[in-house]
C-alpha cells in the first residue's frame, strides 16, 4: 500500500539542524530528501570530497536547501577530528542526529586503522 505524501512528513515540530550520517545512498539519501522537503536544515556528513559534492548536487536539484556536506571519513579518526572542528567553528547546534552510516567489512586486508580496538 502506497503511503501518502501527508504520512511521509519528518513530523518534526519546527525547522531543525539534522546532522545525518550515510546520506549520499541507500535509506540515508531518500530520509535527507524527506527531511529537506519538510524545511529542515541538513548537514550530511560524506566520506569525500567527490561524495559531498554529488551528494549536494543530487538534493539541491529537488529544491534549493539549508546544506551542508563536510568532509568526513567515519573510518578515520583524523578525519573525525577535522570534521568535529569544522562543525564547531560554524558555531550551529545541531538538533537532531541521525546515524545511518555502516561500515561493511568485506574480508579485505584493512588498509587504514580505525582505532584502539577495532
Known sequence: MPIEDSQQSSALPQRRRVLLTGAS???????ALLLQRDGHRLTLPCRDQATASAT???LLVS???DLHTPVCDLADLES????A????????P???????????DSGAPRTQAL???L
Open 25 to 31: 545512498s541507500g535509506i540515508g539519501q531518500q530520509a
Open 56 to 58: 549536494r548536487q543530487r
Open 63 to 65: 529544491s534549493p536547501a
Open 80 to 83: 573525525i577530528e577535522h570534521c
Open 85 to 92: 572542528a569544522e562543525l564547531l567553528a560554524r558555531g550551529e
Open 94 to 104: 545541531i538538533d537532531s542526529l541521525v546515524l545511518n552510516a555502516g561500515l561493511q
Open 115 to 117: 582505532g584502539p580496538g
